[in-house]
């Protein structure tokens, strides 16, 4: 209870120091206070010379200032459109006969030429001769052939376009040489 006591006078104190900070109250004035506006044009209508005012007030002198007022210039004169030109009269006259003129026109040769390269390589495969045997009777030799896998390969030289040379070697111990003629499209 006794620490109630103090903490309501300290209140108490605090309250009474705000209360006497704060400044006097305004007497309330006999005039109500306008809730709205209204701008009344003075005069000139430049943008310079005009105030707000009260309703019931009226415009005072305005404020001259040291300025001299904008004058608006004054437009070019739109000078008048010039007169279009009159058509100079034409004589039909006859065109005199033209001389006829040699032109000589050049045209592209397209020549189609089939390109080729120069080297081919190529490989064999076959059955072929692959051996023989031979059994000595009576009257004579019996020769038997045996026939088998071969394979081999090639290289062949193009000499133009349509000649070429060649040689060929297979695996039954057989050399060749080739020539070669190519043709069609």
């Known amino acids: 209870m ?14 009474v120091v705000f209360a006497q900070a704060l400044p006097p109250a305004a007497p309330p ?4 206070v306008p809730e709205k506006t209204e701008i009344k ?7 310079s010379a005009y105030k707000v005012v009260r309703k019931d007030e009226e415009c005072g002198p305005v404020k001259e200032t040291n300025e001299p007022a904008k004058e608006k210039p004054t437009p070019k004169p739109v ?15 006859k065109c005199p006969p033209c001389k006829p003129q040699i032109q ?21 495969v076959g059955i072929g001769q692959d051996g023989m045997t031979s059994v000595p009777k009576f ?4 020769v038997d052939k045996f026939y088998g896998f071969v394979g081999g390969g090639g290289i062949d030289y193009h000499m133009n376009e349509s000649w070429s040379i060649g040689v060929q070697g297979l695996s039954n111990e057989t050399g060749m040489l080739s ?4 043709f069609g499209d």
């Open 139 to 142: 009257e004579g030799e019996q």
């Open 179 to 182: 020539l070669g003629y190519s």
């Open 41 to 47: 044009v003075c005069k000139t209508y430049d943008g």
């Open 104 to 124: 000589i026109v050049e045209k592209e040769k397209i020549v189609e030429r089939v390109t080729y390269k120069k080297w081919r390589i190529y490989g064999l």
């Open 29 to 32: 004035s006999s005039e109500p």
């Open 2 to 15: 006794k620490y109630n006591s103090i903490i309501l006078s300290l209140v108490m104190s605090s309250a």
């Open 79 to 93: 000078p008048k459109p010039k007169p279009k030109p009159k058509p100079v009269p034409t004589t039909a006259k």
